[in-house]
């Protein structure tokens, strides 16, 4: 039988944490409340981003679309969690499991590239100062983006069907609370050697080749700070460095734990909590770490903030009126 026939029968059940049902309540208070303020904090920074003229510059642009990320990657797989914690129903379609595994692959390979190119940005700033708006021009940044996207979705065009279409002999129970590669490649019947080195080869370009190059990038950074005579110009460069440094750290030390070593080689149990870290902490601390390391963010909130009470204020007040 086919493996796509023989999986489009039916619906998945995402097992989840549904072998702790006491764990489960507290799971959905805890990530429902985690979920909204990822919306709250993620949609602020792209609407301070976009609002303010003076975050009109490549870092933000790029940040913007970090926001975006974050936002898109959450909300792929939280809403099915939270439906799945609050009943006994843990069922996902088969289509609705080919699209969380799309969009899990496809935007977690976006943003391992677009770090590399935040911290190539990071680079042009710290390094080259005078050149910095001649560099990095909006033709260049918006390419920079594109060709994440693009590879990004290039790389979850190539592994979805593959993993979809693995032989699983009726099984139909993912031992994961989302459709994961990992859990998926479990769940096969067959030889999965080979699917497995492929997944290797490519987390090796779209996971380990970006952190290369901001490992690479950040010793040039350092080393340039060092040498800035200005104790404030060194401790300038340092915040705004080390922001996105931090979102690297959190986010690929997740990542590669858990996609360098696919299948039945990784705890199960470990994998689906750190999961949940990569999926919810990960986007939710994101804009906390820009917003309260960055004065150029914080500045830009208060005058928004500002500027929307002197609208208040003018509309309570009305207009003058002389007998």
């Known amino acids: 039988m086919d493996g796509t026939n023989e999986s489009s029968q039916g619906n998945f059940i995402l097992l989840g944490f549904s072998d702790r049902p006491h764990l489960e309540r507290i799971l959905f208070v805890v990530i429902l409340i985690a979920y909204l303020l990822t919306l709250v904090g993620n949609t602020t920074i792209i609407l301070v981003s976009r609002l303010d003229p003076h975050l009109h510059t490549p870092m933000y642009f790029f940040l913007t679309h970090l926001s975006f990320l974050d936002l898109s990657f959450t909300t ?21 499991c080919a699209i969380q ?23 042009v700033a710290v390094c080259k100062p005078l050149h910095y708006m001649a560099i990095m021009n909006p033709r260049l940044c ?11 979705v290039a790389n979850s065009l190539a592994m979805s069907p593959v993993t979809l ?9 993912v031992d994961h ?4 590669m990992p859990a998926l490649i479990r769940m096969a019947c067959v030889n999965t050697a080979a699917i497995e080195g492929t997944v290797f080869v490519l987390a090796v370009g779209i996971v380990l080749s970006p952190l290369v190059f901001i490992l690479v990038t950040y010793g040039y950074i350092v080393r340039a700070v060092l ?12 915040n705004t460095c080390g922001s996105h440094l931090t979102v690297v750290s959190l986010f ?30 990960t986007p939710l601390l994101n ?30 007040k009305g207009p003058d009126r002389h007998l």
């Open 142 to 152: 918006l390419g920079l983006v594109l060709i994440a996207w693009g590879c990004g």
């Open 252 to 281: 690929y030390g997740n990542i590669i734990y858990m996609y360098m070593q696919p299948g039945n080689r990784s705890s199960q149990d470990q994998g689906k909590f750190l999961t949940l870290f990569y999926n919810i902490v």
């Open 287 to 316: 804009p906390l770490i820009y917003t309260l390391r960055n004065k150029e963010v914080k500045g830009a909130l208060r005058r928004l903030l500002l500027h929307d009470r002197e609208k208040k204020g003018v509309r309570v």
């Open 227 to 238: 040498q800035i005579q200005s104790a404030s110009g060194r401790q300038k460069a340092f």
């Open 76 to 96: 792929s797989s939280i809403p099915q969690l939270l439906y799945n914690l609050s009943g006994s129903d843990k069922t996902i379609s088969y289509t609705g």
């Open 165 to 173: 279409r693995l032989h699983r002999c009726g099984r139909h129970s």
């Open 101 to 123: 595994l799309f969009l899990f692959l496809g935007l977690g390979g976006v943003e391992c590239l677009l770090l590399a190119v935040m911290a190539y940005d990071r680079f």
């Open 177 to 180: 609370f989302l459709c994961e």
